[in-house]
């Protein structure tokens, strides 16, 4: 019987309640912080360490490791999804002072379950994806040697909302927004007519419009790279309306928070009585309205700025009165049916 390779000693010390590593591969020193996990996990770091050091997806000699919170704000600047400097809060109050090699898939899951006690799984979700696009950042940056967060089986959702704006509630929405606050109606309307992202919507400037060609670009995306889109006339009509008044700054909507837009969306939802909506469902009807006039799905996705086909499915929800509709068709070539109704057949 083989023996089981034992640990250098050397390799895996622990200094106050972090453990660290340091194993020389190929004449080049591999070394780093575990954090303050037990020697047991200690040793299984340290193997999947030298086994990333071996495929060279862990670089050798001292990089930087900077504090949770700096980089948090670094992080910030540079990524502009509408969500991270919401979920950003409780990340920083829980990792602040750790160093990035101190944050292990461990301490992540630790997190992930404390957390889970405070708010619901989605929120959870948000949080850990905006974690995990950090670290995605501090490996490219030479910042980390790893990303612990993809060790970490996220909660399951419900992928099943169907919530679209019907047109009565959009008119109560709209007559609702216009006494909540003076830029909301514009505001809620180009979002239902362009199917723009808040965040998108809210980075527009000025610059950013072709007024001969009609297009707006969005330059800050979700995913990163910019969009032009063709708008209708009635985004036309009010991008209009809102060129002819005075302007403050190089953007469109200039000094709105993503905090502020959403009290107020709140309160005009709640004035309209449109129970269980959110912002981005006006995306999200957009979308569908589109699929009903059988827009195809690749210029639903271009429209959309979705990278693959297969996130624009999450969107196209037929409506109960189409599905009746294409059921009722198979009416126009009648047969001698076997029932005369449903109550006959139980």
Known sequence: ?????????????????????????????????????????????????????????????????????????????????????????????????????????????????????????????????????????????????????????????????????????????????????????????????????????????WADIDWIKNNFTFNKTKNGFSRTIPVNKKVQAVIHELRARPKDGDHVFPGLTVGRIERDFKKARETADIPNFRIHDLRHSFATREAAKRVSSYTLQALLGHRTAAMVSRYINPQEDEMRKAVERLDENEVTPIFTSLAEIG
């Open 1 to 205: 019987m083989k023996a089981k390779a034992k640990t250098n000693p050397r390799n895996l010390f622990r200094r106050g309640p972090s453990w660290y590593y340091s194993f020389i591969l190929k004449g080049q020193r591999y070394a780093g912080c575990l954090g303050p996990i037990s020697k047991t996990m200690a040793k299984e770091e340290l193997h999947r360490k030298k086994a990333a050091a071996i495929e060279q997806r862990l670089r050798p000699g001292k990089m930087q490791d900077p504090k949770f919170e700096v980089f948090m704000e670094e992080f910030l600047q540079q990524n502009h999804n509408v969500r991270n400097p919401i979920s950003s809060k409780p990340l920083l109050r829980y990792f602040s002072g750790k160093k990035l090699s101190q944050i292990n898939a461990w301490i992540v899951g630790k997190y992930k379950n404390e957390r889970r006690k405070e708010v619901s799984p989605p929120t959870v979700n948000r949080e850990l994806a905006c974690l995990k696009a950090l670290f995605s950042i501090a490996v490219r940056a030479k910042k980390s040697t790893t990303n612990p967060v993809k060790e970490i089986k996220l909660y399951p959702e419900n992928k099943g909302r169907t919530r679209v704006l019907s047109p009565g509630e959009e008119v109560r929405l709209m007559e609702a927004a216009e006494k909540v606050a003076p830029y909301l109606r514009n505001f809620l309307y180009i979002l239902l007519y362009t199917g723009a992202r808040l965040s998108e919507l809210l980075g527009l400037k």
